[in-house]
């Protein structure tokens, strides 16, 4: 949803204060698609803060489906966000500003999914777990291990003694 910011950059002392719908439906991230599954509406507050500028804060919760990194079980991560930016007129922005807010501003609009989505990429976790002490995968038959253990070898021999244990694979009577 695009918001006009031109009252707010010129009118000195204005303030407004706004709840919009969010109308993302999904994320896409690092090549991957998330969907959005519960999502609450954004509350902006914009203030005029200086001649062409304007600051913008936004607060939103947003649920994505995801994926556990280990096992592969369907995730459902939750995201609060609050994100504060402060934004210039493109009449007043220098190059480098222009650059910065490129993401979430075109020419006095703002581009309130494109904040928020920005915001969420800055709060991705590092790792997805379905829980805590998540067990993975088993990488020999690929069963769910926090049901229970397979009974699969998963001994891994150590590397460094690899031309030892071709000694012993030729001769067999050392």
Excluded at 73 to 95: G, I, R, Y
Aim: aromatic share 6%.
């Amino acid at each position: 949803m695009l918001i006009n910011l031109t009252d707010v950059f010129t009118e000195e002392g204005k303030s407004v204060a706004r709840e919009v719908p969010l109308e993302l439906t999904e994320v896409d991230f690092q090549g991957e698609r998330f969907r959005i599954l519960d999502k609450s509406p954004v509350k902006l507050s914009l203030s005029h803060s200086g001649a062409g500028k304007a600051l913008v804060e936004a607060d939103a919760e947003v649920s994505l489906a995801m994926k556990c990194d280990r096992c592969l079980k369907d995730v459902t991560k939750t995201f609060h966000l609050h994100a504060s930016a402060e934004v210039v007129s493109p009449d007043a922005a220098n190059e480098e500003e222009a650059e910065e807010q490129s993401g979430y501003m075109e020419g006095y609009q703002l581009d309130v999914d494109s904040l928020i989505c920005s915001e969420i990429f800055t709060c991705w976790p590092l790792k997805i777990l379905c829980r805590e002490d998540c067990k993975g995968l088993c990488r020999v038959c690929g069963k769910d291990l926090n049901e229970g253990e397979c009974g699969c070898d998963t001994f891994v021999p150590d590397p460094r003694m690899a031309a030892i244990m071709d000694i012993f694979r030729e001769n067999k009577e050392v």
